[in-house]
Structure formats: C-alpha cells, structure tokens
C-alpha cells in the first residue's frame, strides 16, 4: 500500500474519461488499497477516484464511516449507474482535487448501479441520499467531470482562478471542515 500525490484542478488529467478494467485482478486491487490509504491519510477524504491519483481506469473507492468508526470501504471497478430517482437533492460538495472549495450540487436524490467489487464479482446496488451523493461524485471523475463542473461557468471559473493562483503554494492536504469526495 501507497500514498498517492492527489492532483488537483485545473490538471488536465482530472479532465480525461478513463477507460474500463478488464477485470479486478491483483494490480486493481493494489490500486484500490493505495486509493483507500491515500483516502485515509487526508482527514475528511470520503471518496477518491484514480483520476485523481493519475490513473485514468474506471476504479473509485468511497468509506462513508466517520471518526472512530469501524471503517466501512466499498471498492468498485466499473460503476455503471442503472437508473436514478426524478427527486433531486442539493448538497454542499467538497473534492481533494479542489481543495477549499465547497459548493451546493444538485443530483439525483437516489441510484441503482452495478460495479465489479475487489473479488471481480457483479454487484448491484441500491443508494440514497448521501451515499448516493458520493458515489455519482466519484463516477463524474471517471468521466472527467468534476463537481464544479456542475456550476454556473461564472462561479467555476472564480474557483479555478483562486486554485491557479494558490497551487504553487500549498497542496491538496488541507484541514477540511466538511467531508470531501
Ligand atoms: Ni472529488
């Protein structure tokens, strides 16, 4: 297991669509396991998806547990979402890869999706409100898309701004208040 350096906005690669596994074999369970080391190491990182390490390959990793509580992973190789609810919801969204930065999104309340778990197994899956919230998050890296993304172009753009001019200062390691996808 590894600390990966997590990328932030506005690297190209957080941009890239990434591309399926064959299968979860020992080298996607690898990057699992970093995933969820690197995850563990930031203080509010709930979520991490391997664009956001530099590998473009559809795996995300997401532990919902807060705390001292008994930590919960959920790997997943090729999420797929199946169908999701009319009801949206809006909540406030944080990212490692745009560190500081918290908006209101707007997404379906609820998803049903399929995924290969960490046994190359076909698993489907039902989920609502925040789990449901992360896992859409995390399936927009893999294709590119980040939660601003989902903003007005006049709000991205004042985010990616702030984030060019401090990149050089600090990195993604911050004392996040909120939990971050
Ligand atoms: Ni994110």
Do not use: W
Not at 97 to 108: D, L, Q
Not at 144 to 170: E, N, P, Q, Y
């Amino acid at each position: 297991m590894a600390i990966l350096d997590i990328i932030t906005a506005p690297d190209p690669r957080l941009k890239v669509k990434s591309t399926p596994v064959d299968r979860v074999d020992d080298e996607v369970r690898g990057l699992m396991d970093d995933l969820l080391e690197t995850m563990y190491a930031e203080d509010n990182g709930v979520g991490l998806a391997a664009p956001q390490v530099g590998v473009a390959k559809r795996v995300l990793v997401i532990d919902l547990s807060r705390g001292e509580e008994v930590p919960d992973p959920l790997c997943m190789a090729n999420p797929e979402v199946i169908s999701f609810s009319e009801d949206l919801v809006s909540t406030e969204e944080g990212c490692l890869s745009v560190p500081e930065h918290y908006a209101e999104v707007v997404r379906p309340a609820s998803v049903r999706l399929h995924y290969l778990d960490r046994d190359n197994e076909i698993r489907e899956m039902d989920a609502e409100d925040f789990p449901a919230i992360c896992i859409q998050h995390e399936i927009d890296h893999l294709d590119g898309v980040l939660f601003i993304d989902h903003l007005t172009a006049i709000k991205r753009s004042m985010i990616l701004r702030k984030l060019s001019k401090t990149r050089k200062h600090t990195t993604a390691k911050t004392a996040a208040t909120a939990p971050v996808l």
